[in-house]
Structures are given as C-alpha cells and as structure tokens.
C-alpha cells in the first residue's frame, strides 16, 4: 500500500478532519504561545505523559543514543517536566532537540532556560516527515499527531521507519464520550491554572478573566483534538505495512480513566 493513498478502517464513530485554532498561520503569536503553556502546564500538574519516561529511555537504550528529536514541538511540549524522568530512566544525560514547521524562537528561548538541562530548539524549520539527516535520533511527538490528515500521519511514520529512527507518538485525549465530556471542562481548568503559568504579564490575564479569549479558544481545540484523534485500532493501521526497519505497537498507560495512548515504533528484532 502507498504512503499517500491510505484511507482509515470504518468506524461508528468516524474522525473528522477538522481545524484547530493552533493550526492556523495567522493566529496571533502570544495567543499561540498561551494556547500552548496551557496545554504543557496542564500534562504537567496531571503528570499525564510522565509514563512515557521509561518507554522513552527503552527507544534510546535499544539504539545506543542520548538523542531525542521532538517534532511539532509548538510551545515545547512536556518536555523540560519529562527530561529528568527520561534521564533516571536510562541512567545517563539525554539531550532534546525541540523541532517545528515552524519554530517560535522566543518561546524556546524560554523553554531553555525552564528546562534543567539538555533541552534545545532547533531554529530552522522540520517538516516531521522529511526530517532532515543532521537531526538523527529517537523521534517523539506529542499531542501532535492528531492535527495530521492520514495520509500525512502515514507519511511522518514512513519517515521514521525508513530512516529507522524509532518513535514515540503520544496522545492525551481519546475520541470517545468520556474523553469529549473531559475537555468541556477545560475552561474552568485554564482559570485555574493560569495563575501558575510562567511568565504571568497582564495581557495573559486580561484574555483569560476579564475577556475569556484563552478559555473559549482552549475549549474548540480540545472538542476537536477529541474529534479527530486517532483510535488504537487506527493507529495501528497507519503503521501497518510501511517500508523500513520499525515495528509498531499501541499502549495506553493506564487500563481505565484518563490516561495517555501511545504509538511506538521499535526497531526489529533480528
């Protein structure tokens, strides 16, 4: 089967290919930037991919690597909460190399200085599926696959398996009722949480209280995520099949509740 030719199993439930506001090239900077320490603030205080550490560690020790390539970084991700835990894991220093389509420079500037150690931006731009040769190593992305049509999601697998670069796909919602239920929650969340997002300038609290920007926005993405996030069963379709040296799996970090969905792709056993 090609890359660009794939269509998704049938489902009761079909994803929707809709939009988010963070996918478009307009929206302003700051509000961008809001969106995204939101969401890294939140999986942070929920410790929602924290089980992601040691899966993390077992790609990087399966290929001799202290290298890590995060792709669609946006805001950084989880990332300066979750490098230490990578590091106890496998029991030696790891460097992170957030990447972009496009790199917000300014907040990375910041993620760098947050972080404890190891975490970087690359400025130029990384499509994640043609990911350049001078940026080896295991490839994660988080809360990201999601935003990707299936043949692009295919696409930014085939590119992993064909340079054999192992993956770590991560996903903190699920297109199901409870996790639609969960996200029409999430404005009362951005309130409060807000108070502990770092840096706090007067601009982020006036778009949250007194005109609640930031909690409408939030809300319409995080319906959405849930409309078109990829279910298990999908994912494992996605991966089927591909060229290069990868196999994949799906697990999800807890059996019931909220809990993150993982797509992992390890190199073959020979």
């Not at 805001?75 to 909460?81: I, K, L, V």
């Not at 940026?135 to 992993?160: I, K, N, Q, Y």
Request: net charge positive; with cysteine; hydrophobic share 45%.
């Amino acid at each position: 089967m090609k890359v660009d030719d794939f269509r998704l199993p049938r489902s009761r439930w079909p994803r929707l290919q809709l939009f988010e506001f963070t996918d478009l090239p307009g929206l302003p900077r700051p509000i961008r930037r809001w969106l995204g320490d939101y969401l890294r603030g939140i999986v942070t205080l929920t410790r929602l991919f924290e089980p992601a550490a040691p899966r993390i560690a077992a790609l990087l020790r399966s290929t001799g690597t202290d290298q890590v390539v995060d792709l669609c970084s946006g805001a950084g991700g989880p990332w300066p909460a979750l490098a230490p835990g990578v590091e106890a894991a496998l029991g030696r220093a790891v460097h992170v190399r957030l990447t972009d389509l496009h790199p917000d420079g300014d907040a990375w500037a910041w993620l760098e200085a947050s972080a404890a150690r190891g975490v970087t931006g690359h400025p130029g731009a990384v499509p994640a599926d043609h990911v350049p040769a001078e940026l080896p190593g295991v490839r994660t992305l988080f809360d990201g696959f999601h935003h990707l049509p299936p043949a692009s999601a295919r696409a930014v697998l085939a590119d992993a398996s064909r340079r054999g670069m192992p993956l770590l796909a991560a996903e903190a919602v699920e297109r199901s009722a409870l996790g639609l239920i969960g996200v029409l929650f999430s404005p009362v969340l951005v309130w409060l949480v807000t108070p502990f997002l770092r840096p706090v300038t007067l601009s982020r609290l006036f778009f949250t209280y007194a005109v609640p920007l930031v909690p409408l926005l939030v809300l319409f993405d995080g319906v959405v995520s849930v409309l078109r996030c990829y279910r298990p069963e999908e994912l494992l379709a996605l991966s089927a099949g591909l060229p290069g040296d990868l196999e994949w799996r799906v697990e999800r970090a807890r059996p019931w509740g909220p809990a993150a969905t993982f797509l992992v792709g390890t190199p073959r056993q020979r």
